[in-house]
């Protein structure tokens, strides 16, 4: 019975919603998710002896597609990281009702997502984004900064830090950067027949 009501429902509603199918389009506010769309290399340098010891860095690549009529950020970013190999994916667009960029993240070192959001400011051309991460084994969570500076279309730098609250005071411990060249967009080549 239930999803004979369910049906003559959609019946009922699908033709006066066709009618008004919202059909929304990129604005000025999607033009950094455009900027970002392609493939970057990249490198880092982690911060495992705490932000004053001497990096590690590792080398990665991020694919970053517009999906979704270009409303949305895709990524992929891929690093081998010692012995294991590091995959993650995001998804990010601009809520107008908050006048943020939010999304969600998922990697292969955490079994729990991480949504996040955060604003840019254009005239720094600094993207600035807070989530809470957590660690799977022990349920703690950690606040996270990230920073994304753009120098021009073609070379960014990405920052994370970790939020440390202490004494109604906040610190920013630096635990990532990367910096990131954008490689130039494959030249189409004429195919033989032409």
């Known amino acids: 019975m239930r999803s004979m009501s369910v049906a003559l429902v959609m019946l009922l509603v699908t033709p006066a919603f066709a009618q008004d199918f919202p059909n929304p389009q990129p604005g000025d506010a999607h033009e950094i998710l455009a900027r970002d769309a392609g493939t970057w290399d990249c490198t880092l340098r982690m911060y495992l002896q705490g932000p004053d010891g001497e990096p590690t860095e590792y080398k990665g690549t991020e694919v970053n597609r517009l999906v979704s009529g270009d409303l949305y950020l895709r990524t992929r970013f891929t690093a081998k990281m010692g012995d294991r190999k590091f995959e993650g994916h ?17 990697d292969n070192f955490s079994v729990i997502p991480s949504r996040f ?24 969570e950690f606040k996270q900064k990230q ?24 610190q920013d411990v630096k635990l990532m950067e990367m910096t990131a060249v954008k490689k130039p967009k494959a030249k189409k080549t004429k195919s033989v027949e032409e």
């Open 147 to 170: 920073v994304t500076v753009w120098e021009d279309d073609s070379h960014k730098e990405f920052t994370i830090y970790l939020v440390v609250e202490s004494d109604g005071k906040t």
């Open 90 to 106: 995001g998804l990010m667009g601009y809520d107008p009702r908050s006048e943020k960029y939010t999304g969600t993240w998922v």
């Open 117 to 140: 959001s955060g604003t840019y400011d254009a005239e720094s051309k600094t993207l600035t984004i807070y989530n809470t991460v957590v660690h799977d084994e022990s349920g703690a």
